[in-house]
């Protein structure tokens, strides 16, 4: 069975730039989580979805953040303007249902902001 | 609110020794515990589990018991291996609600 996809894995760009993260979970995952992760903490959840509607983006800064799962399946992270404290690594996690069921994660983008 | 609290490393072990990573939570509902373990270059893997108090998860020689009384859910393996370094997070998830709550993480360097 494959994993949660991911992509890309690093990228580096300069403040008040704009960047997109790409995420595909696993095969009949109905939900979809993602989180940040700052150097020397443990992930912070953004967004999750269940199939393509929004359950909770309470974290999610919205000013800069927005996040997407059209169809259900695979989902965009974005980000504009980009500012130096969004470096970090975005984590992808998909379930199959949610309420404290495991959550599978993908290998993270490691974002540089300049 | 709901939060974690994991015992800060870095923890440097030589091989065969015993480990103890404590983790302790604070939770208003009835949560599940989690162990997570990010190898080098890796994402993040499910270590083991427990879902309800007394309840014991374990995998790879870790284990962890569940302990409503004292709010913990330390990790233990009785003899560590060079292949056991890594990262540990210890995440909490409240029943009927929807993400983990994790802890800062542990890191773990096992020399020969």
């Known amino acids: 069975e494959a994993g949660v996809a991911q992509s890309p894995r690093y990228k580096i760009i300069e403040k008040r730039q704009s960047v997109a993260f790409w995420c595909n979970p696993i095969s009949g995952h109905a939900t979809l989580y993602w989180y940040q992760q700052i150097l020397g903490q443990g992930p912070k959840l953004l967004i999750q979805?269940?199939?393509?509607?929004?359950?909770?983006d309470s974290q999610l800064p919205k000013d800069r953040f927005s996040a997407e799962r059209l169809k259900g399946v695979d989902s965009t992270l974005k980000i504009q303007p980009a500012k130096l404290e969004d470096s970090a690594v975005y984590l992808c996690?998909?379930?199959?249902?949610?309420?404290?069921?495991?959550?599978?994660f993908g290998p993270g983008t490691r974002l540089l902001v300049l | 609110g709901d939060s974690v609290t994991q015992m800060e490393g870095p923890v440097t072990l030589s091989e065969e020794a015993f480990l103890t990573i404590n983790c302790t939570y604070t939770?208003?509902?009835?949560?599940?515990l989690f162990w997570y373990v990010q190898y080098p270059g890796e994402g993040l893997q499910l270590l083991l589990k427990?879902?309800?108090?007394?309840d014991k998860g374990s995998n790879k020689g870790f284990e962890a018991t569940y302990r409503k009384e004292t709010t913990s859910f330390h990790l233990e393996k009785g003899s560590v291996q060079v292949s056991d370094s890594a990262v540990y997070f210890c995440?909490?998830?409240?029943?009927?609600?929807?993400?983990?709550?994790f802890g800062t993480g542990t890191r773990l360097t096992v020399i020969p």
């Open positions: 996690a998909s379930s199959f249902g949610q309420a404290g069921e495991t959550q599978y």
């Open positions: 427990a879902t309800k108090a007394d």
């Open positions: 995440a909490l998830g409240i029943t009927g609600a929807n993400n983990l709550f």
């Open positions: 939770a208003t509902g009835y949560p599940s």
């Open positions: 979805f269940q199939n393509n509607g929004v359950v909770d």
